[in-house]
């Protein structure tokens, strides 16, 4: 199943704009991933918040958690052409024992030079 | 370090052929491993996961099957190959709770 829903589903911003994308969900969660995606290749692992946080940063990226809402939001500050890219919130759903990751539907980056 | 290996990159398939999938894993043991599907331009679906050596779980029926013949070996197949079963195939294995994943497959079939 994919519980996760992103927005918008693509953003186009100028070169060192902020970029804000959002994920909503469904059930209860553990914890909640934000993955990258360049064109064509694998998920490489952003940035993980627990379901007791509700802010988290590293670098660039900003990942806030709502869980009352059960929402997420990824911002990425002064963006870069290199942002440019499918971006994936996953979620573990807390009833679920066999470890499994659901991945929304992604929104898709381009960061304009 | 843990890595993930998973070939070919591309394949071109005719209708009705069988498919293998290939996927490694290094530097880990008894990891859970995943196959995920996904559509152009759309999410992630998982199709297998597998907790260990011969234990496949499926979470959506379809024409593929998963086999896990060694602990670090998970392998994707059909025996007949439909036209729908065209996707780019991510293998992937998780630690506690971050996911690698390999590079994909590109699998048209025509």
């Known amino acids: 199943s994919q519980q996760g829903e992103e927005d918008p589903q693509a953003l186009s911003i100028q070169e060192g704009e902020n970029a804000t994308m959002n994920c909503s969900y469904k059930t209860s969660i553990n914890n909640l991933q934000w993955y990258r995606q360049n064109s064509g290749r694998g998920l490489v692992h952003l940035i993980l918040?627990?379901?007791?946080?509700r802010e988290k940063h590293s670098g660039r990226l900003r990942v806030t958690l709502d869980t009352s809402k059960k929402s997420s939001s990824l911002l990425i500050t002064a963006s870069r052409a290199a942002d440019t890219a499918s971006y994936f919130c996953a979620t573990d759903e807390e009833e679920t024992g066999a470890n499994n990751l659901f991945f929304g539907t992604g929104t898709r980056l381009t960061v304009i030079p | 370090s843990q890595t993930i290996h998973q070939w070919p990159a591309t394949l071109v398939q005719p209708v009705g052929s069988p498919l293998s999938l290939e996927c490694t894993v290094e530097g880990t043991s008894n990891p859970n491993l995943y196959w995920y599907r996904q559509a152009a331009g759309r999410g992630l679906q998982l199709l297998f996961y597998s907790v260990g050596i011969g234990q496949i779980s499926s979470e959506v029926p379809q024409n593929l099957s998963a086999s896990r013949p060694q602990d670090r070996q998970f392998i994707l197949s059909s025996k007949k190959l439909l036209l729908s079963d065209s996707g780019f195939y991510l293998c992937a294995w998780r630690d506690r709770v971050e996911a690698f994943f390999g590079q994909g497959t590109r699998l048209t079939v025509v």
């Open positions: 918040i627990r379901s007791n946080e």
